[in-house]
C-alpha cells in the first residue's frame, strides 16, 4: 500500500512560482517512478513530468524548460519546481505512482495562476 500527499499550492501571479511536494509512505519509495499530473475541470487528467527510480525525467512539452521534477529518496519525496507560471498552467495537481500493478493518486492540490 502506497500513500500520497501532496503540498504546495496556492495562488500565484503570472511569472510565478511555486514548488509542490509530494510525500509518500511507506518503505518501497526508492523503488518507485513518480509522475506528476494535472487536471483542469471537463478536461482529462494530463501528465506533465515523471522521474523514474534512477532519477531519469520526462516532460510535456507544454512545460519543459520552465518545470522541474526531482526527488529525494531520503526524505520520500518527490517534488515539482514550477517557474515562469501563466494562466494555463491553473489546475488541480496530483502526484501519481504505480506499484504491483495498482495505480495510487494523491489527493490533489490546486494551482491558480492570476493577477
Known amino acids: 500500500q502506497v500513500q500520497l500527499v501532496e503540498s504546495g499550492g496556492g495562488l500565484v501571479q503570472p511569472g510565478g512560482s511555486l514548488r509542490l511536494s509530494c510525500a509518500s509512505s511507506?518503505?518501497?519509495?526508492?523503488?518507485?517512478?513518480m509522475g506528476w499530473y494535472r487536471q483542469i475541470p471537463g478536461k482529462q487528467r494530463e501528465l506533465v513530468a515523471v522521474?523514474?527510480?534512477?532519477?531519469?525525467?520526462n516532460y510535456a512539452d507544454s512545460v519543459k524548460g520552465r518545470f522541474t521534477i526531482s526527488r529525494d529518496n531520503a526524505k520520500n519525496t518527490v517534488y515539482l519546481q514550477m517557474n515562469s507560471l501563466n494562466p494555463e498552467d491553473t489546475a488541480v495537481y496530483y502526484c501519481?505512482?504505480?506499484?504491483?500493478?495498482?495505480?495510487?493518486w494523491g489527493q490533489g492540490t490546486q494551482v491558480t495562476v492570476s493577477s
Open positions: 511507506g518503505r518501497i519509495f526508492g523503488l518507485l517512478d
Open positions: 522521474i523514474s527510480s534512477r532519477g531519469n525525467t
Open positions: 501519481h505512482t504505480r506499484w504491483l500493478m495498482d495505480d495510487y
